[in-house]
């Protein structure tokens, strides 16, 4: 044998037992071998990985290796979590669901199910934050904006939020901000989903908003009401099917200086009047019924749209059309200035992780459907529920309704003694009905229906009513619509190209492609996004997703036909709580920022339950990330922020002060652990200590938990509730914006504050209420956390973090020299990121972090987090799942960089006109003509730094965006046919 | 409304009733709607369809539309084929089987299932003729054949053949033909495979090979057979498991000067003294095992393997390492010139299509596993084997072979009466074993057997010999291998730097991105190739095909536990009889190539029961595909070439005057109809009638069947037997080179002559043997046929043909005036492809096809079919699927070029550097420096000659492949860690 394979078979640790799976997944999911990690060992000047992890973490926060290890955790094979998943899955009972309430039974065309849903490149992204190497999910965002504009007839739209519930308080609050927080009531019309109500009402109580429930038909004559009124909430068409004409009511409710916030549907718009042309101020609704499975919940995209003058309020991602600095056209966010994390406690909202998947498949949806295809499902729909009402009331039922869309509410009193009845012969047929009350029982229509479905609804119906079955052909086409005439849409919508050309599968199929060509995911190279942990998505994870059992369960379903689901959610739960040292766990919030404001309120609600409800102080570090602020100010807290020390580590003499000075308000402590700074700061149980002297309860951010599995705890830490992002640590991938899932983690004394849920029990007894739609959030994507944690096992997450820590600090070590370094610790390390800094080379040659940034993507990297959370610094954060090989490559091109620096520092190229400044070279900027080619520098220089580059290299599609002219020119919709024939 | 969308709204037809369904696949398949087919029609100067395919299509020759109509062939829309599949599906029963055989549980690792076997951009690209735009999967190849040699220890190998059984076949006819054709024998070890054996008795028919079985140890020392020997045939471990010192048989075999040709498996080979060093001439199996689904029987690649010496005779696609014009190592076709498209009846195997895209997984497999992932593997297939043995001769049982790797036959006799009694008790446990005899049953381990697997095994003996059952606490593992230690391999294996780095999921991810980055496909352009008929593979289609109930079937499982598969065959095999008008159909022929040998063997078949076996003249045109005369020549018929018109019609004097010559032996005259000219010719009828006058048969090369469906068949045109390719016509992907199915269909009178199988009932009474190793040939993939066909329906099957005919006439317009069309019908019309003879640059500027073949991919565009079927033109075929968008873009192109290459005859531009006769233009020659840029031309001009390229562009990764540099210089495996040193 050569030496080479000698080593590798005499080194490889040969499999446990003769019985021993093979396919373990910890191999996979860890980049560096072993000898490469005794390779980064030595380099560091360690003979162990025991004696490097203890110079990087804090003995006195360290816990026992039980606690995270192969037996309280067993790890399952990639093989063995397939049949386990499989197992699982088939507890799930595939009823048919009709309950509707915002979850219908989507039709994912397959084209889009394969080539986005289940393909690498669309789903591991992040947030287009570089759009340099991101053009094509920015323009299928903007395509979804478009969609949204269009069919709401709004004048703006966002990429997407995290639902329908939460963008119902987004609305809220926005009418709330719109008339100077004076004016405190916001009128909820009856016939808004019971979710969305619940999400609403938690959400009223951190701003002090008074929520009224009632009929806003006749409840809003009255003028103290009038007086108070910030804004209304409508649903349309109502919970119960109807299609109300909002028209006159929203010019009354304008009179009083209020907004009219409207929850819709956008299949129903294809024939409705939109809300924009009757008025309503902010539109919103789930557009998950374009395309994407209900998933037990979620995930799906919130679509949101506004009136041009509340724009530059609008909460979440926006991507607008700006230029390169070629004048080409070019996609990237807008208004970032609106955003958290600039405008902190000033924002209004925290929304940071969206939906972005979500929403580019509902686009993606309305592409290859088109205008055309898309009228056509409307009306198929709308027919085959005129058709269900027809055939009921022949049978003797009534329908309450007159006017609808898709969904009818039924009074069964006439032919049965009670509801039950029907939903016994439903669950009799494998099908779900809306259960409203003994005599009425709803349902909604979709697209997935077709003529045995269809028939054997109506069979439910004939059953109960003991008649003989009815058949297809017993059915006739109404002659007309059943939508009020006044309400019947005449304007057009999806005019623009895009919408009206993609709808062969061959084009979709390039289409797709083409876009996903132009984005840099974790199929390319490393994202070192400090603080978003770009880890492995592993297969074995992502395949059941998309499996029927767990993608077309209804959220709201009957548990007894969730067990899968339920076992799944329970299994997650408890690792989390191991992981983490808590008590209880929350998996309801869609996101980080939605768990730190669902943590921030169980603490509001633990302090008032113990009659101190007036404690409101939150301290937060001045390093924390936007969201902190902007949620603390959503859970009605006063943020009062907390220095940090030139070394990085909290100034815990400021902290004291400020802790004694509020000392019988204080409610809260926000900080990150290991800190946004990336060290595991040794004063962390004592800062806990001085908050918990002080009344009040420590929040941790765990954006950092992929530092700690196995290592230490949140719980140890000294904190009280955390959330963690399931989509950093916990290998949910990104989506290219989201989607995302932010459980909350608490201390029994908290548990029993958990979020619940209006329509199926969870949460704890003195529950906050819901912070999410669904009971379980975007229930589905748990599923790939869940494999995560039980492919790799206890050993397997130890191990993870370990292997995290070191890539970090080996990165720190070879970028030592040339970098500077900005935190480490007492002896030397780092956590799992790095922070350097920048700020030397804008002095001595005027060299922003952006310059570098843009420079790196020629390298074909993805650069890493910018100007945060130092405005000059870069926040470098490798993950256990790059080998050593490409951690090197990226070291390599930062040194390599540097170099180039050097040649501006001294002269050698010009300071404006450089290969930094420049950057990135995208194709079209390098085959320009010899008399354009105006730089001091080759066309190789520019696009080949580094030797790889020849073989393999990531091409940025567009020269560097010009973010100003975008704001200026604020467009954020798609180009229409006369745009595109200019 | 907009006038736009008011006219797409009124003229979008309606969906039928209020029941249909809307996700139809007609309007997704075909890419032109209603306007753009209308748009086309005029500018042909039709007023309707119908007038335009009455100007192309002979009316002698069209069949009723009611042959294939709404009726004959109703349509399922995508999601119910989904759920009839689903439906079907469910009746194949999930037994788990130990038959072995070649065919084991493979363990698909998820990283390649997702993203190769399930991703389009692996599974739609062509051949790679196009080195340029195809240096992934050409890598990808030569890491297969690497992978082949290393295992094998042979000095080459090609990138895949058929099946094990054809690949034995081309083994004994190389053998056969080493010896000069004049020693008959050829020795099959009684050890081989059964499926073997019975396509090596057909193979050896055609070529009058006197085959011999027997016991290969005893039986070679007859003098008289010795003198006769061109080969023997060996199994390696054999059948029944054992594993035999073949090395002094070797000996005394090469002393005749015959070769030895070993059947062998790649797992086995990490533990045994390969084949290589022992002696064996040619070495060749299945290599499905790793990680390629069993399929019921296939897809799969074969491997094949040869000494230096016979390199030049091998057959099948080879890869060699050759360079472009910069220099820069390139991969590409190797030794073309030993292929039947050049050597036609000189070939001595009509090999074309292969299984590229197995072969592809299979080699990324050992990548991801790598030297020390595939020992883990064996080593645990054999300690689970050695453990079974223990076990049941604990039982009592008796293993008959002391040596083996995975496989056991066991006696059963001295336990219970009858080998049934096992059987049933298998069968009790869901398990399938192999039947041999009474006394013995067979069974083999794989990868994928766990310990409850390995359990429920075991216990089947036990229950059998009403024992207590055994579990794994009671098994351990054994001291020693079982493996003959003078067979213990001890050469090193798989050293290449490529097997030894891609074993973290995230490195294989990106080596599988990056591949796949370098190869046009279908996702990203047309692939105008003429006679390859590249049109959409439908996602729905493609769905089933990696569902459990489909993927994991054995080929000789029982065939009650296969009645999805059988469903399914049966109606495919219909539709397909009555698509072609014929009475029977045989789906067992892996490829076109297969289905003429087929086809051909059929026809002696029926010659010869009727008393005739000496007729052994087979006409076919001069215009012919390469694979026709090879294919006649394996079935035993001698070639007469039969001239065509300078208009491109077959010269029916020429026809006749050769019927009549032969008219004592004509066997069959073989036609490609519409021709290979791409015109439907008037005079088919009249030439079959001439055949059948003089005893012949009509064979009828269906690779143009594309062009006939619904309007007329190979029956009416007068065939008695044609073959299908699946992979063209009936939307089988490409694969990058395959898989392929040619299934072939007969007339009633050649029914009873359709192969058989040994060890599953199929084909006729008289058959002619096995053709393929599986009964029903690459079962799987049927699937895509058959819901291609049932998806279309009758009426989508009709009108995808009209727009095929459509595009390419619509395109041979635009092109006319610009280029020389060569031939089209006395209307003016060409069928579904059309050529262009480009001889008149070559003369006017000393360009040649390949000239404006690589300018073409400097547009994006994937080349038409290059110099065949006449060496100065391009055969240019669209297909339905493509939209008129995109076919415009084509012929931009086209005119585009045509303008530069005025510029060339003109003198405006050199003869010898201009964008022709540098192109194509990679990337990596664009970036050089402006002093190296030394052409007369622009980068502008060389990358973006036409503007929708700004915009989206597939770049080729090579510069123009050096043809000469890589015949000579032969290196067909991946660098070595030395040479990626230097
Ligand atoms: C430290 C920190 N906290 C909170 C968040 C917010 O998480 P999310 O984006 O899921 O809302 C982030 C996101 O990057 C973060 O880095
Ligand atoms: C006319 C014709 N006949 C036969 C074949 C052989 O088919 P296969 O490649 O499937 O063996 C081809 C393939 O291109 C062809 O074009
Ligand atoms: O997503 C972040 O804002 O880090």
Chains 1, 2 share one sequence.
Not at 324 to 337: C, F, H, I, V
Request: proline letters at 6%; glycine letters at 8%; a negative charge.
């Amino acid at each position: 044998l050569s030496r080479r394979l000698t080593r590798a078979f005499a080194s490889a640790k040969p499999p446990p037992s003769l019985f021993a799976a093979l396919d373990t997944f910890p191999e996979r999911h860890i980049g560096p071998d072993g000898h490469e990690a005794s390779h980064m060992l030595s380099t560091l000047g360690y003979d162990s990985m025991e004696a490097f992890v203890d110079a990087a973490v804090p003995s006195k926060i360290r816990v026992s290796p039980t606690v995270v290890s192969k037996e309280s955790i067993p790890a399952f094979s990639e093989s063995e979590l397939y049949h386990r998943a499989k197992q699982l899955g088939s507890y799930n009972k595939p009823f048919k669901s009709y309950i509707g309430m915002g979850y219908h039974n989507a039709v994912v065309p397959p084209v889009i199910l394969r080539n986005v849903m289940e393909n690498p490149a669309w789903y591991t992204p992040y947030t287009p934050y570089q759009p340099e190497i991101a053009q094509g999910r920015l323009e299928s965002l903007v395509n979804y904006q478009s969609m949204v504009m269009s069919l709401t007839f709004m004048d703006i739209a966002n990429a997407s939020l995290l639902d329908e519930a939460t963008a119902a308080a987004e609305g809220m609050v926005m009418a709330y901000m719109h008339c100077g927080q004076k004016k405190k009531t916001f009128f909820v019309d009856n016939g808004v989903f019971p979710q969305t109500l619940s999400v609403l009402q938690t959400r009223a109580k951190g701003f002090g908003i008074h929520l009224i429930v009632g009929n806003a038909s006749t409840a809003l004559d009255d003028e103290i009401l009038r007086s108070d009124l910030c804004g209304i909430m409508l649903q349309y068409p109502d919970v119960n099917g109807s299609i109300n004409d909002y028209g006159p009511l929203t010019k009354s409710v304008h009179a009083t200086g209020a907004l009219v916030v409207c929850a819709t549907d956008l299949l129903a718009l294809t024939m409705l009047k939109p809300p924009g042309e009757w008025g309503a101020d902010i539109v919103l609704g789930n557009s998950a019924r374009f395309g994407v499975p209900a998933g037990y919940g979620g995930p799906h995209g919130a679509f949101f749209a506004v009136s041009d003058k509340l724009k530059r309020k609008m909460p979440g991602r926006l991507i607008g059309r700006s230029r390169d600095t070629t004048g080409k056209t070019a996609y990237r966010l807008a208004l970032q200035t609106r955003e958290q994390h600039i405008r902190r406690e000033k924002a209004t909202s925290n929304i940071c992780t969206s939906q972005a998947l979500l929403a580019n498949m509902a686009a993606l949806y309305a592409v290859y459907h088109g205008p055309v295809g898309l009228r056509h499902i409307a009306h198929k729909v709308h027919g085959l529920t005129q058709a269900l009402k027809y055939s009921v009331e022949r049978l003797g039922f009534k329908v309450v309704n007159n006017d609808f869309f898709d969904t009818l509410t039924i009074d069964v009193s006439g032919v049965v003694q009670n509801s039950d009845i029907v939903h016994r012969a439903s669950a009799a047929a494998g099908i779900n009905l809306r259960r409203v009350d003994d005599k009425h029982i709803g349902l909604s229509l979709d697209e997935s229906v077709g003529p045995v479905d269809w028939t054997a609804l109506v069979n439910v119906f004939a059953s109960a009513a003991s008649a003989d079955p009815i058949s297809v052909s017993d059915v006739s086409p109404a002659e007309t619509h059943s939508i009020p005439s006044a309400l019947w849409r005449t304007s057009e919508y999806l005019p623009q190209p895009v919408f009206n050309k993609h709808h062969s599968e061959t084009e979709m199929l390039r289409y797709i492609f083409h876009l996903a060509s132009k984005d840099l995911g974790l199929v390319h190279a490393m994202i070192p996004l400090g603080s978003c942990t770009m880890k492995l998505n592993s297969t074995s994870s992502m395949i059941p997703l998309t499996w029927p059992e767990f993608s077309g369960v209804h959220p709201f379903a009957p548990i007894d036909q969730v067990k899968g689901y339920l076992h799944i959610i329970k299994e997650l739960e408890e690792d989390l709580c191991r992981i983490t040292g808590f008590h209880a766990c929350s998996l309801q919030p869609n996101s980080g920022a939605a768990g730190e404001y669902a943590g921030l309120t169980v603490i509001r609600a633990y302090h008032e339950s113990r009659g101190e409800g007036d404690r409101d102080i939150c301290l937060i570090p001045l390093s924390a990330h936007g969201t902190n602020p902007a949620s603390a100010v959503m859970a009605g807290l006063k943020v009062v922020p907390v220095k940090t020390h030139t070394d990085g580590n909290l100034d815990l003499d400021d902290l004291k002060l400020k802790a004694k000075q509020h000392k019988d308000k204080l409610a809260a402590f926000m900080i990150t652990y290991p800190s946004t700074f990336g060290v595991f700061e040794e004063g962390i149980t004592e800062a806990c200590q001085i908050i918990h002297d002080h009344g009040g309860q420590v929040y941790l951010d765990g954006a950092n938990l992929n530092a700690q599995i196995g290592l230490t705890n949140p719980a140890t830490c000294g904190g009280d509730v955390c959330h963690m992002n399931l989509h950093k640590t916990f290998a949910i991938p990104h989506g290219g914006g989201g989607p995302g899932v932010g459980p909350i983690c608490a201390a029994q004394h908290l548990a029993p504050f958990l979020p619940s849920h209006p329509l199926v029990a969870t949460g704890g007894d003195q529950a906050i209420g819901a912070v999410s739609a669904a009971p379980f959030g975007s229930a589905s994507i748990c599923l790939i956390s869940w494999a995560y944690i039980k492919m790799l096992g206890g050993q397997g997450l130890a191990d993870s973090t370990k292997i995290a820590l070191l890539n970090a600090n080996y990165m720190a070590h070879r970028l030592s020299g040339h970098y500077s370094l900005r935190f480490k610790n007492g002896k030397g390390r780092v956590a799992h990121e790095l922070l350097i800094d920048l700020a030397e080379f804008d002095k001595a040659a005027g060299l922003k972090v952006t310059d570098f940034a843009k420079r790196l993507q020629d390298y074909g990297f993805h650069p890493p987090t910018c100007s945060w959370p130092i405005s000059t610094c870069m926040l470098i954060e490798p993950t256990e799942s790059e080998t050593l090989e490409e951690v090197d490559k990226f070291c390599d091109a930062m040194i390599q960089i540097r170099r180039e620096v050097e040649d501006i520092i001294t002269g050698r190229q010009p300071k404006e006109n450089n290969v930094l400044k420049n950057a990135p070279h995208p194709l079209s900027v390098i085959a320009v003509s010899d008399k354009d080619w105006n730089r001091p520098y080759s066309r190789h220089t520019a696009a080949y730094p580094a030797p790889w580059l020849l073989e393999r290299k990531f091409w940025p599609t567009i020269s560097r965006i010009d973010d100003a002219y975008g704001d200026l020119n604020l467009i954020c919709d798609c180009p229409s046919v006369e745009e595109l024939a200019s």
